[in-house]
């Protein structure tokens, strides 16, 4: 039963990709039904694994000699990061219905590569062959690339779709060596008996897989330094924004981190540079969010930060706070960069200084929005709250204080950003009239969507306990506890950090409602935060670097047959000596 | 040792093909190699072989040789090397002596002969595959040759005849269509 | 230093080598650089079969070296016939002349 279901989860989504591709652009109302329908299909068949999670492969096929097996372990965490993928996806979906109305020209270019998407990133959830993670890895990093530059008339979106895959797959080579490794020193890909067996692996090899994790993980989930690409893949269409760049793809690091913590946590050295890596990103794009006026990019500084707490989290060892994390940032964040599309198709605009006032005339986007926002912020009745202050905790335990004080820090800084976001789009007093009128308020089927995610934010907290449960008992490597979500809750309030981070909420708040006296360094500090804090000239600096280097070796092709043939001879020798000397 | 020298001769031919100053002379040089190596392969008991080697090597691959050069014409090259002569001369030497010392120094000790064998079993039986490859290459050979050969139109771009040759080619197109009489193929 | 005749046949295979090779460095003709890739040729052959009498298989060592003969009988024909096309085209076989494809 629960081999049909991993196959069907991965396999429906793909049907659906080919079926839409092959159907063409003619038909855009059978296109848009065709997407709908297989989504919600695979949506409804991630859900209904979840009660069979178990830590055995559900799916077993022999590739044989050097591809190993292809196996599907539906254990807590892979069911549950296939259930994000199906149920958000189907949700994104149905909003693109309405907001690819008008863009009718390649639809089933978008519904293919989008649905295409979701297998893979159900199959990177389920595999439990590194090997086989990989491949699926990759899948996802090209339809990110695809789907970022798909307006490819844009040079603006092909730049960033070609600058996302770069730094994606800079990542991804060092999942690639990971993999190799574990093959050559397990002879198979299988991720539960490297989990099981880490110990027996030595120590410089263990610590070579454990960093380059971390690289493959931080180039992925956008942690700082290779977080500049985010901001960037912001060119994409909202639900793709929504889908890949907040909900699922971008976890993926986050996931692997958490997967991998029991093999790594020995490693001297690694948990601490896994927790710096996640203060920084959060301290950072938090800062950077404050300065920024598009919409989408401020979302996407966000994003980067609440993903700096998730991998700050699994630093500390606290994997149940920061999958709990994830669940309800995909959640509320869907919902952000979703009303963010409702926001902007209505409007025309990304710009935030040409928004205001919105609050009378757009009531249920503001309504979804500020639920979205109160998860972000980590109020009381929303999501977040409860899984940021189960992160600050595990943190403050595991971990060292001055860390605990800089995410602290970054909590107040959310609030800030989160704050000015809200009262510069929706208050009655900002902007002056000049920005442009909205034309809806949020079309029918960007509704629903939006408002299943703003339930699901202010309600996603109540399944903590069941969710522990899930992955206390499918994962046998992790040594994780479970408790039932009123113990949870009861922990959190009578936790005294949890009002000190209340506390830091509410002077975030203030900052905003002071802002004037600040305003004179803030306009110094700002071109500073757009530039990205010096990582673009970083960037520069390596491309300019690369092209220097080419064009230097261009020289050494003479295109002269007798220079060519001196080089392989040149080359002969050398691999002879190589040989003699290996002999 | 009749193989010893036969080889040395050999080697002392082929040198002579390169330092050859007509082509012609350098593709009889080489002939002469063709015919030593079919004797040293007799002389090691592959008597088919050496027989193949002696009508195709010395034979076909001259006549072929002798064609080319009447078709393309032997016309002196002007002096100079693009690489400078004391790189190539120890380049190479270098790489003699590497290969050398790599071959030479774990010589395997000698096996005997595993029971009479026929060739043609083992040719066609045993590597029955090596014979369907051969035919294909044959086959992609002569097409190629064909279509390599065939009589073009009208020239390309120019720019690449046109910074090289200096009138040349209405002496080349008279001499072509003279030796060529015989139809060779359709376009 | 006993002089087995596979040792002389890897003599004879290492001179062949050595001088098609310097051939190749050397040779401005295009029609010579192919009568080079023989030489070569002819250096497979002398191994194939000497390590096929070496190891007491020479039917083998023959039929291995059979296949060599055809590949490098087309080989030099593919040469010569673009050496003709090219003499054709820009009426030299100069290869210091022939180096378009410059990096």
């Known amino acids: 039963m629960v081999g049909v279901l991993s196959l069907l989860v991965i396999g429906l989504p793909w049907l659906g990709a080919a079926v839409i591709w092959l159907a063409g652009d003619r038909r855009p109302r059978l296109l848009h039904g065709l997407a709908v329908g297989f989504s919600v299909l695979t949506g409804l068949a991630a859900l209904a694994m979840l009660p069979f999670a178990s830590s055995s492969a559900s799916v077993r096929i022999p590739f044989g000699g050097v591809l190993g097996d292809f196996s599907l372990v539906p254990d807590g965490l892979g069911v549950f990061i296939a259930a994000i993928a199906a149920v958000v996806g189907s949700l994104a979906v149905i909003f693109a219905t309405d907001y690819m109305r008008g863009h009718n020209e390649q639809l089933s270019r978008f519904y293919a590569l989008i649905l295409f998407f979701i297998g893979a990133m159900v199959g990177l959830g389920l595999s439990g062959s590194l090997l086989f993670t990989f491949f699926f890895w990759e899948i996802t ?7 970022i530059s798909f307006h490819n008339d844009d040079p603006r979106a092909v730049a960033g779709g070609v600058k996302a895959l770069i730094m994606t797959q800079l990542g991804g080579i060092g999942l690639l060596a990971g993999s190799l490794l574990l093959y050559s020193y397990q002879g198979n890909y299988q991720i539960n008996q490297f989990l099981a067996n880490a110990g027996t692996f030595p120590a410089g090899v263990l610590g070579l897989m454990a960093f380059g994790c971390l690289v493959a993980a931080a180039a992925k989930s956008a942690q700082v330094p290779f977080h500049s690409w985010l901001p960037d893949a912001m060119e994409a269409p909202t639900p793709v924004t929504a889908l890949i760049h907040a909900a699922t793809m971008v976890n993926a690091g986050v996931y692997l981190l958490a997967r991998f913590y029991p093999a790594f946590q020995g490693v001297p050295g690694w948990r601490l540079a896994v927790m710096i890596v996640g203060a920084a990103s ?19 500084y966000s994003t980067i930060s609440q993903l700096g707490f998730m991998v700050y989290a699994v630093g500390s060892g606290a994997i149940f706070a920061s999958q709990f994390h994830l669940l309800s940032h995909a959640i509320f964040k869907a919902l952000l960069f979703l009303s963010a599309g409702a926001l902007i198709t209505s409007l025309g605009t990304r710009d935030l200084r040409q928004m205001g006032g919105l609050g009378k005339k757009m009531p249920f986007v503001q309504a979804v929005f500020v639920i979205g926002a109160l998860g972000l912020v980590g109020l009381p009745i929303a999501n977040g709250f409860f899984s940021k202050d189960l992160i600050l905790e595990g943190g403050l335990a595991g971990g060292p204080a001055w860390l605990y004080i800089l995410m602290l820090f970054s909590v107040g800084v959310t609030a800030l950003y989160s704050l000015r976001l809200v009262r510069m789009i929706f208050a009655p007093q900002a902007g002056n009239g000049r920005g442009p009128e909205p034309t809806h308020d949020g079309l029918p089927a960007m509704r629903v969507s939006l408002a299943i995610l703003a339930v699901g934010t202010l309600t ?7 969710f522990g449960r899930m992955l206390a008992t499918t994962l046998p490597a992790q040594h994780l506890q479970a408790e039932s979500t009123w113990a949870l809750v009861g922990q959190i309030l ?26 004179r360094p803030a306009a110094v500090l700002k071109p500073l935060a757009e530039s990205g804090l010096g990582f673009e000239w970083l960037n520069r600096q390596i491309v300019s670097l690369t092209q220097r280097a080419a064009t230097f070796l261009q020289r050494f092709q003479t295109g002269q047959l007798n220079w060519n043939v001196a080089g392989i001879l040149g080359g002969l020798i050398l691999i002879l000596i190589l040989l003699a000397g290996v002999r | 040792m009749l193989s010893l020298l036969l080889i040395v001769v050999a080697v002392v031919f082929a040198f002579q093909a390169i330092r050859a100053r007509g082509l012609i002379a350098s593709a009889l040089w080489l002939a002469g190699v063709s015919a030593l190596t079919a004797l040293v392969l007799y002389l090691y008991g592959a008597h088919t072989l050496a027989v193949i080697e002696l009508s195709v090597g010395t034979g076909l691959v001259t006549v072929l040789f002798v064609l080319a050069i009447n078709i393309a014409g032997d016309n002196p090259m002007a002096a100079g ?13 270098l790489f003699v002596l590497v290969l050398g010392w790599f071959v030479l120094s774990a010589l395997p000790a000698p096996a005997t002969a595993s029971g009479e064998t026929v ?12 014979v369907l490859v051969q035919v294909v290459l044959i086959f992609s050979g002569v097409l190629g040759f064909l279509g390599l050969l065939a009589e073009v139109k009208a020239p390309l771009g120019g720019s690449l005849a046109e910074s090289v040759t200096s009138g040349r080619d209405l002496e080349l197109k008279a001499l072509e269509e003279q030796l060529l009489e015989e139809p060779e193929s359709p376009e | 230093m006993n002089l087995s005749p596979f040792t002389i046949g890897l003599i004879g295979v290492v001179g062949l080598l050595g001088v ?10 295009l029609i010579k650089i192919v009568v080079c890739l023989q030489i070569l040729a002819k250096a497979a052959l002398l191994a194939l079969v000497a390590a096929g009498q070496a190891a007491g298989q020479i039917d083998l060592g023959q039929s291995l070296a059979l296949t060599v003969i055809v590949a490098d009988t087309i080989v030099a024909v593919m040469g010569i016939a673009l050496g003709v096309q090219i003499r054709r085209r820009t ?3 100069d290869v210091r002349k022939l180096s378009s494809l410059r990096g």
């Open chain 2, 81 to 93: 090397w693009i690489v400078p002569l004391p790189l190539a001369i120890g380049v190479s030497v």
């Open chain 1, 282 to 300: 959060a301290l950072l794009a938090g800062l950077m969010a404050v300065a920024a006026d598009d919409i989408k990019r401020v979302l996407a």
């Open chain 2, 119 to 130: 060739f043609s079993d083992i040719f066609w039986q045993g590597r029955g595959l090596d």
């Open chain 1, 494 to 519: 009578v936790n005294p950090f949890t009002w000190v981070t209340l506390a830091v909420i509410a002077l975030g708040f203030s900052l905003w409602a002071a802002r004037k006296y600040f305003a």
């Open chain 3, 91 to 93: 009426g030299t076989l």
């Open chain 3, 20 to 29: 098609g090779f310097y051939g190749l460095l050397v040779s401005r003709n």
């Open chain 1, 460 to 466: 996603s907290w109540l399944v903590g306990g069941p």
């Open chain 1, 141 to 147: 990093a090209f339809c990110s690339y695809a789907l």
